[in-house]
């Protein structure tokens, strides 16, 4: 049971490039987020989908888009890559959402922005 | 929005002592608090959980304790061994919306 599946592991971009994240889940989850986690910080939230084709705002959204064209799988895109941008970043499946929900996370994806 | 603090930011203990991990919040709306524990180089796992209806939690070692009155929340870890040693998040999510507010983690190192 692979859970939730992050790729890639590590990135490294340069400044204006562009790139995908792909998250995949099997467990047939409604609920997909997409988070980002800074030094001191913890995880913050970018952008999250209630289900296929749906997609929302997080608490940090600026710079980032993200589709939902199937249920089990959740892209964050980088349009133009900024330093700022430089994280690791953690996508998260539940079977619904708000207070009824538990988040099951993958292992992450190192970007490196130069 | 909801602000969620957790201190303390570090913390050292000795194998077979007890650590205390403290998150305050600050929406009243907020009824499931969630703690997450990541070990290196992982994504953080669900490891106990409280609702607001319930003041006490309890899973072996592990403990969560909730006060809304007050607006906290701790995690107590009892009899530490080396394998807890990991960072720790603590969480809040309200009633209504589908946002988790993350505390700003608890980097927890038990000394054999």
């Known amino acids: 049971n692979a859970g939730v599946t992050q790729t890639p592991k590590f990135r490294v971009l340069k400044t204006g490039q562009s790139m995908t994240l792909l998250c995949a889940q099997d467990?047939?989850?409604?609920?997909m987020y997409w988070y980002r986690q800074d030094p001191g910080m913890g995880l913050r939230l970018i952008h999250y989908?209630?289900?296929?084709?749906?997609?929302a705002k997080g608490e940090v959204p600026d710079g980032y888009n993200v589709s939902r064209l199937k249920k089990q799988n959740f892209l964050l895109g980088l349009e133009s890559a900024a330093p700022s941008q430089t994280s690791v970043y953690f996508c998260?499946?539940?079977?619904?959402?708000?207070?009824?929900?538990?988040?099951?996370f993958g292992a992450g994806t190192r970007l490196s922005v130069l | 929005g909801e602000n969620v603090e957790q201190h303390p930011s570090t913390l050292s203990v000795q194998e077979g002592d007890s650590a205390v991990i403290k998150c305050t919040y600050s929406?009243?709306?907020?009824?499931?608090f969630p703690w997450y524990k990541q070990e290196l180089g992982k994504g953080p796992q669900l490891i106990i959980d409280?609702?607001?209806?319930?003041g006490e939690k309890k899973d072996q070692r592990i403990a969560v304790t909730l006060n809304k009155t007050a607006k906290h929340f701790s995690l107590h870890i009892t009899e530490t061994q080396p394998e807890d040693s990991a960072v720790y998040f603590c969480?809040?999510?309200?009633?209504?919306?589908?946002?988790?507010?993350f505390g700003t983690g608890t980097s927890l190192t038990v000394i054999p």
């Open positions: 929406d009243s709306a907020s009824n499931y």
């Open positions: 998260a499946s539940s079977f619904t959402g708000g207070a009824k929900n538990i988040q099951y």
């Open positions: 969480a809040a999510s309200p009633v209504t919306g589908n946002q988790f507010y």
């Open positions: 989908s209630v289900g296929e084709g749906t997609t």
């Open positions: 409280i609702r607001s209806n319930v």
């Open positions: 467990m047939n989850h409604e609920y």
